[in-house]
C-alpha cells in the first residue's frame, strides 16, 4: 500500500470516528500532496511525499515556537496535536548520536577539513537522514564537527 493511500484509508477511519482533529489534518496533508503533483505535473511517489510531510511537520513546528513566544496556549495545543499526527507517518527519527556518526563518516569520505566544507558535506549527508532527521539540526552537528576540526 502506497503512503499515500494509507493516509486515504486514515482519513476514512477518522471520518467514521468524527476525529475533527485527525480529519483536518489529514484533508491539509493530501491538499498538499494534491498541489506537489499539480506542480510536478505526475503522481508523487512515496519519497516525495515524505518530503510534504516533513515540510508540514517543519511548518508545525514553527508555529508552535510563534504561538510560545505569543503566549497563545490554546493554538499550541492544537498545533501539538496536528504535529503528533503528522510524525507518524514519517520514518523514526534519528537521535544526536546517530546523526554525529553519520556525520564523522560523510566528512571522512569526503575529506572535508573546515567550516567551508559544510556544502559539500551536506549536499552528501542530507540524501542518507532525508525524513530521518532534521536538516537544522543536521546542519548544527556538521558545523560543530568541522569547527572542531
Known amino acids: 500500500m502506497t503512503l499515500v493511500n494509507k493516509l486515504r484509508e486514515t ?6 470516528q468524527q476525529d475533527k482533529t485527525q480529519t483536518s489534518t489529514l484533508r491539509l496533508l493530501l491538499s498538499e500532496i494534491k498541489n506537489a503533483e499539480i506542480a510536478q505535473r505526475k503522481p508523487l511517489d512515496d519519497n516525495k511525499i515524505l518530503d510534504v510531510i516533513s515540510m508540514e511537520v517543519r511548518r508545525h513546528r514553527e508555529s508552535i515556537e510563534a504561538f510560545k513566544q505569543g503566549n497563545r496556549n490554546d493554538l499550541v495545543a492544537q498545533e501539538e496535536a496536528e504535529l503528533n499526527i503528522l510524525t507518524a507517518y514519517l520514518p523514526e527519527q534519528m537521535n544526536r548520536e546517530e546523526i554525529m556518526a553519520a ?3 560523510t566528512i571522512e569520505a569526503t575529506q572535508a577539513k573546515g567550516i567551508r566544507d559544510k556544502g559539500k558535506v551536506m549536499s552528501q549527508l542530507m540524501p542518507q537522514l532525508k525524513g530521518k532527521a532534521d536538516g537544522k539540526e543536521v ?8 569547527a572542531s576540526e
Open 139 to 146: 546542519s548544527e552537528i556538521v558545523l560543530q564537527l568541522l
Open 103 to 105: 556525520s564523522r563518516q
Open 11 to 16: 482519513l476514512k477511519e477518522a471520518l467514521k
